[in-house]
């Protein structure tokens, strides 16, 4: 199976630590960035596009290659507004690109069609991942539960009713959660977790996602917890 993979650096090792194993199968190609076209595009059986979310007119590049298989980072936008603005004939899916929550051992994806099910289970089963079914919504399910609940611990920070270590410590050991909301936090990055909030947020417009100035702010100034 050959693939392209258009992803930053941090995400394309991702990608390779969740295949390593399986890699003897597979033919990936990494790019970091889009250019007009990725390479070799007719020769191509899968495209996994962590980029075209940030600039969704990309979608253009995989028009005319109707055998393609094209997975994109669907956590920022709901995948049948990206195709209802573009024109293209490829088989489209939604998956969760996030850093550190790609790599595990089900993979998050959603359909546009709920007849192109199918062929996702056998992909999936090529690429030797299961895979986690969900609703097409800005947000998925994963990214929106963990931004949402470390927005609400950023307030219990706030409202200074305890620091954030112990907010941690008290999320592992009482609710076995395996890393605390601000460990979490500060691995998926504060400016990600921001634009998860801010794109659910305007998606729903449920005041539960509306950031807290806390996050807001240590993500402007690129601080961590």
């Known amino acids: 199976m050959r693939i392209v993979v258009l992803a930053p650096p941090e995400m394309a090792a991702e990608f390779k630590a969740k295949f390593a194993d ?14 007009e076209l990725p ?3 007719e020769q191509t059986d899968v495209v996994f596009d962590f980029l075209l979310t940030e600039n969704p007119e990309q979608l253009r590049v995989y028009a005319g290659y109707s055998h393609l298989t094209v997975f ?12 209802a603005a573009q024109d293209f004939s490829c088989t489209l899916f939604g998956f969760n ?3 550190t929550l ?25 690429l030797g991942t299961d895979i986690l079914l969900v609703e097409d919504r800005v947000g998925m399910v ?21 620091s954030s270590s112990h907010v941690d410590l008290s999320m592992k050991l009482g609710t076995n959660y395996p890393k605390g909301p601000f460990e979490w936090a500060n691995q998926l990055g504060l400016q990600t977790v921001c634009k998860v909030l801010e794109a659910v ?3 729903t417009r449920e005041e539960r996602y509306k950031i807290c100035p806390l996050l807001k702010t240590k993500a402007l100034k690129s601080e961590t917890f």
């Open 22 to 35: 399986k890699e003897a199968g597979l033919q990936p190609v990494y790019l970091q960035k889009h250019g």
């Open 39 to 41: 390479p070799h595009l």
């Open 72 to 83: 994109v980072n669907a956590v920022l936008v709901q995948l049948a507004s990206v195709a």
């Open 97 to 99: 690109g996030l850093p």
């Open 102 to 126: 790609f790599n595990r051992p089900v993979l998050e994806v959603s359909l546009l069609y709920a007849a192109d099910e199918e062929e996702l289970g056998t992909i999936c089963k090529q």
């Open 142 to 162: 994963t990214p929106r539960i963990i931004c949402m609940i470390i927005n609400e611990a950023c307030y219990t920070v706030q409202e200074k009713t305890a």
């Open 201 to 203: 947020y305007n998606d």
